[in-house]
């Protein structure tokens, strides 16, 4: 269920299954790095999804799951906690270029 405020600050679809703060940054986040993003949703039509599941940048897929941010790349991952998003975005972003290279 979205809400009025969250429908009138969404710019793109994807904010309006977003439900933390922490989304929503990383959500920018990712659309500096790039504008094809994907993402799952948690079910395959659209009027019943309530939630993203995962992201999919090139060949990167980042997962927001029990309050960690997982960065997969191949055989290559990387976990962070999720209270980097708000503490040190930098540090976020970083890492993610880092799983790009």
């Given at each position: 269920m979205t809400t009025l405020n969250t429908l009138q600050?969404?710019?793109e679809l994807?904010?309006?299954f977003m439900k933390s703060k922490e989304e929503i940054t990383f959500w920018r986040?990712?659309?500096r790095l790039s504008d094809r993003?994907?993402?799952d949703?948690?079910?395959r039509y659209l009027d019943k999804a309530s939630k993203i599941e995962a992201y999919?940048?090139?060949d990167i897929v980042i997962k927001l799951?029990?309050?960690q941010l997982v960065i997969t790349k191949g055989d290559k991952s990387k976990t962070l906690p999720m209270d980097d998003l708000l503490k040190q975005p930098s540090m976020v972003f970083k890492e993610i270029l880092r799983m790009m290279d």
């Amino acid at each position: 269920m979205t809400t009025l405020n969250t429908l009138q600050e969404a710019k793109e679809l994807p904010e309006l299954f977003m439900k933390s703060k922490e989304e929503i940054t990383f959500w920018r986040m990712l659309r500096r790095l790039s504008d094809r993003i994907r993402f799952d949703l948690d079910d395959r039509y659209l009027d019943k999804a309530s939630k993203i599941e995962a992201y999919r940048m090139k060949d990167i897929v980042i997962k927001l799951a029990d309050h960690q941010l997982v960065i997969t790349k191949g055989d290559k991952s990387k976990t962070l906690p999720m209270d980097d998003l708000l503490k040190q975005p930098s540090m976020v972003f970083k890492e993610i270029l880092r799983m790009m290279d």
